[in-house]
């Protein structure tokens, strides 16, 4: 119900295995309360066994003739904003969201068990599942392949010490006029990401071919990836450089609970200028991000590790992480992709430095 608690659509989060130390959503054992900090309720782990954030919401208003339409085009009517005031989802609202999605959608895919447009049949055997290729995995793969096939990417990686960062998270978290924020490292790595933006433009703009022009964006509308039981999507939050570090909390986690309860409108789904992907949480060091079109760049956030390193001239554990910078080599440079995977981890490695930016 839309009445439901705002908490209840946290998703649960799956411990993370750091050498012997294993720090889950409950507690820690023989670890520091700067390990506890910085793990985060990130959107791009939300296939776990929780409970959805309402697992007895509303079905869409719509009639059964659109309901078949929608079923038949591979759309989730769950996805759609109604355009008329009365709040019922009409047949144009459901064409308009599928041509968004994929332009170039194949011949509907009819129920499980009628044959396809060439012949075939979906069928599941002892040996395998055969599932038709729809909706959001459809138009995921079909972005993700213009991506790769279009944009030329290049990734750079930096190896960062965030120990201040996860001291001053676990500082915030204990505050209790913040309590209800959870602000996380996911957070502080979005406002570091603004914040160098606006050093360094060009990773904020993107390539538009019908025009000729490289239009240079002067906000930041993140995206956040997330992975669903639906496939990946990457929401955006809008404006996100006029956000505090406790108001992009927020609106990261109502991201997360927005996507996991599959309820992600097209309006969030479109006019990203710059992403972040946290596989992190999946204990996972570094990647190679693909860009999210028609982005220039995405930045990859890996997972934070306690581990001996050198400071102050001396070996002390420190918690380190590798930040992935993904970006398209027609609008970025090596160096200005460098500069800005740099100002991203001077942030978090002192994050008293973003009083210089602010």
């Not at 697992?55 to 904003?81: C, F, M, N, W, Y």
């Not at 209790?176 to 406002?191: D, N, Q």
């Amino acid at each position: 119900r839309r009445g439901a608690p705002r908490a209840a659509g946290r998703p649960q989060r799956r411990a993370v295995r750091r050498g012997a130390t294993t720090v889950g959503a409950g507690g820690r054992s023989g670890a520091t309360a700067s390990d506890t900090a910085v793990l985060d309720a990130a959107p791009h782990d939300l296939v776990d066994s929780a409970p959805p954030l309402d697992v007895r919401h509303e079905r869409p208003r719509s009639t059964p003739p659109v309901r078949q339409l929608a079923k038949q085009l591979g759309v989730d009517l769950a996805l759609i904003e109604a355009s008329g005031v009365t709040g019922v989802i009409r047949r144009d609202d459901v064409e308009r969201f599928a041509a968004r999605m994929a332009p170039a959608t194949a011949a509907p895919v009819p129920q499980s068990g009628a044959p396809l447009a060439d012949g075939r049949h979906p069928r599941t055997t002892e040996r395998e599942t055969r599932t038709p290729i729809r909706g959001v995995r459809k138009a995921t793969a079909a972005a993700m392949v213009r991506s790769a096939f279009t944009a030329p990417h290049v990734t750079c990686f930096l190896e960062v010490d965030v120990t201040e960062t996860t001291r001053l998270i676990a500082g915030l978290r204990a505050d209790p006029r913040l309590a209800e924020h959870r602000i996380g490292l996911l957070a502080v790595a979005a406002k570091a990401v603004c914040l160098a933006l606006r050093a360094e433009p060009s990773l904020g703009s993107s390539w538009d071919d019908e025009a000729g022009e490289i239009v240079t964006h002067h906000y930041v509308n993140l995206g956040i990836a997330a992975a669903t039981e639906r496939g990946l999507i990457v929401p955006n939050i809008p404006d996100a450089e006029q956000l505090t570090l406790p108001q992009l909390a927020d609106a990261i986690r109502d991201l997360a609970a927005m996507a996991r309860a599959g309820r992600a409108t097209p309006a969030s789904l479109t006019g990203g200028t710059f992403s972040i992907t946290n596989f992190g949480v999946f204990g996972v060091d570094a990647g190679t991000p693909i860009l999210n079109p028609p982005e220039a760049g995405i930045l990859g956030l890996g997972t934070v590790r306690r581990q001996p390193w050198e400071f102050e001239g001396e070996i002390a554990l420190r918690d380190i992480v590798t930040l992935s910078l993904s970006f398209d080599h027609r609008l970025v440079d090596g160096e200005q992709g460098a500069r800005f995977l740099a100002a991203v981890g001077d942030v978090l490695r002192e994050p008293g430095r973003a009083m210089l930016f602010a």
